[in-house]
């Protein structure tokens, strides 16, 4: 068995696994990337590492400084364990309507959390985070402006995609969550470099739908890092199919993957209805045991409550 010098090895290097039993189509494979098995459970250890390295070798932040940011949950509980590690004392604004678990998981790694209205979400959170960092000389970390949030994925995430689809042939279809737009950008553009005619589709709730890790460009926000010229589609899910797709994945594949992930896989499977044949790798971006509270894995296998869709029909945007 290897031995590991400490827990920052263990970031990265995470699993592809084939999901056999879902692709609607004998000729299609689907591949999930699972981000859940990184140290604080997301793939979000991997952009708050490469930004932290980035800004204590650039000197913008100094050894024990405060570091502050806005998150809805995984980029915060990764800002928690990495910061007090190297030292920081950090504290994370997120809005009312956050799970209960991610701020336990807060507190047990030893952030401060700073609540802001529910109805405000993300934008509100961002807007305090600034004005705190601005007030108190705290650094502000940024996840929705860095440009190491891209690079990570460009340069870590996308290479083992690479390494691990080499044996089957490459990746024909990436689909992965659009969030911070980190991920989505910094994997599109390296998998097209690769291969020009690889598709990158987007998954993104509907305006007003909540699926915990994901943002509707709808809304108002468009993060600013996010490169639309790499999408080739952009795929809507409603938080009813997010939850059933996530319950059928741990049914089907044993898979525990979490509720942005049971959305993917949704957007995936849709994708793969209309492709004769390619391998489609997804983005399974953290583990569902931080949404045990959502009574997502009901022995009845119902919808959790208040998952109900306006519309039954999720919409597919080509462009």
């Known amino acids: 068995m290897p031995r590991y010098a400490s827990i920052r090895e263990l970031a990265g290097n995470t699993p592809v696994v084939e999901l056999r039993s879902l ?6 494979r689907l591949f999930a990337k699972l981000e859940g098995q990184n ?9 708050v590492i490469r930004i932290l390295e980035a800004a204590r070798a650039s000197g913008a932040l100094a050894p024990g400084q405060p570091i ?3 998150s809805t949950g995984n980029t ?3 800002l928690a364990l990495w910061g007090r590690i190297l030292g920081h004392p950090v504290e994370v604004c997120v809005p009312e309507s956050v799970y209960p678990e991610i701020e336990q998981l807060l507190a047990v790694y030893g952030a401060r959390v700073r609540r802001v209205p529910r109805q405000a979400g993300i934008k ?4 305090a985070a600034r004005a705190i960092a601005a007030e108190t000389g705290a ?3 940024g996840q929705f402006d860095s440009d190491e949030n891209v690079r990570a994925h460009e340069e870590w995430t ?5 390494a691990d689809m080499a044996a089957v042939g490459g990746v024909d279809v990436f689909v992965a969550g659009i969030g911070t737009g980190g991920t989505i950008t910094g994997v599109g553009r390296r998998l097209k470099e690769a291969n020009p005619a690889c598709q990158v589709l987007g998954v993104e709730p509907r305006l007003g739908v909540h699926v915990q890790g994901l943002k509707s460009l709808d809304d108002g926000f468009i993060p600013p890092i996010l490169d639309e010229s790499v999408l080739d589609g952009r795929i809507l899910v409603g938080n009813r199919h997010a939850f059933s797709h ?6 089907a594949e044993g898979l525990f993957g979490g509720i942005s992930s049971g959305a993917v896989l949704h957007a995936a499977m849709r994708a793969a209805s209309r492709l004769p044949r390619g391998n489609i790798l997804v983005i399974f971006a953290d583990g569902g045991w931080k949404y045990l509270g959502t009574d997502l894995w009901a022995a009845d296998g119902e919808p959790a409550p208040n998952t109900s869709d306006d519309d039954p029909l999720d919409d597919i945007l080509w462009w």
């Not at 140290?39 to 952009?47: F, H, V, Y």
């Not at 996308?158 to 690479?162: D, Q, R, S």
């Open 23 to 28: 692709s609607p189509r004998p000729g299609v």
């Open 124 to 127: 509100s959170a961002r807007e």
């Open 76 to 78: 915060g509980v990764a």
């Open 39 to 47: 140290p604080t459970g997301s793939i979000k250890d991997r952009i």
């Open 246 to 251: 996530a319950r059928r994945a741990m049914l």
């Open 68 to 70: 502050i940011e806005a």
């Open 139 to 141: 650094h502000y970390f």
């Open 158 to 162: 996308a290479g083992e995609i690479l």
